[in-house]
Antibody
């Protein structure tokens, strides 16, 4: 079964860091571009970042550029999102999504709460 | 940043048809067939239901239909069912880097 499972969320203080993981199963991550998308409480989906299949090309939304870093370890079949200098407005459920058809497979999400 | 504009809410009765619009402020919606639609039940993973404006992934009901006119894409749900009650998001790209952007979402009430 094709599956994406996010982990690494939690409570962190403003200015802190967190690394999210997205473990793929049932397929080889190396064949696909991948995305991170987030949803703040009571708000809509917002695209965060994208990485190509070999990890050499990355893109970011303006709101996270310079603070977040997307990466992947195809040998471990895992996608990552390193989040630094976290702000209250980064509080959200973070989803990873596989891209062949656009964002065709999604994980269930992991919750990040930025609060003192 | 350009944006995709959707109505905040749309409602209908079981068996009826409803249409959700998605208007782009840049030329990408109008120029290319690169609009996708996602269904999102709260607490669950979003689901791709339409891509490339009108194509349906395998397994998605043919009650979901996508179309486009000028800078506005539309999602029509026909034969509305109770399980269609969810949030729906359109998605396209902005600027030459083709960064993804979502609309603000439309809450469908049945």
């Amino acid at each position: 079964e094709v599956q994406l499972v996010e982990s690494g969320g939690g409570l962190v203080q403003p200015g802190g860091s967190l690394r999210l993981s997205c473990a793929a199963s049932g397929f080889s991550l190396s064949h696909y571009w991948m995305h991170w998308v987030r949803q703040a409480p009571g708000k809509g989906l917002v695209w965060v970042s994208r990485i190509n299949s070999d990890g050499r090309t990355t893109s970011y939304a303006d709101s996270v550029k310079g603070r977040f870093t997307i990466s992947r370890d195809n040998a471990k079949n895992t996608l990552y999102l390193q989040m630094n200098s976290l702000r209250a407005e980064d509080t959200a459920v973070y989803y990873c999504a596989r891209d062949k058809l656009p964002m065709e497979v999604w994980g269930q999400g992991t919750t990040v709460t930025v609060s003192s | 940043q350009s944006a995709l504009t959707q109505p905040a809410s749309v409602s209908g009765s079981v068996g009826q048809s409803i249409t959700i619009s998605c208007t782009g402020t840049n030329s990408l919606v109008g120029t290319y067939y690169l609009v996708s639609w996602y269904q999102h039940h709260p607490g669950k993973a979003p689901k791709l239901i339409i891509y490339d404006v009108f194509k349906r992934p395998s397994g998605v009901s043919d009650r979901f239909t996508g179309s486009k006119s000028g800078n506005t894409a539309s999602l029509t749900i026909s034969g509305l069912q109770a399980e269609d009650e969810a949030d729906y998001y359109c998605c396209s790209y902005e600027n030459s880097d083709r960064l993804s952007v979502f609309g603000r979402g439309t809450k469908v009430t049945v």
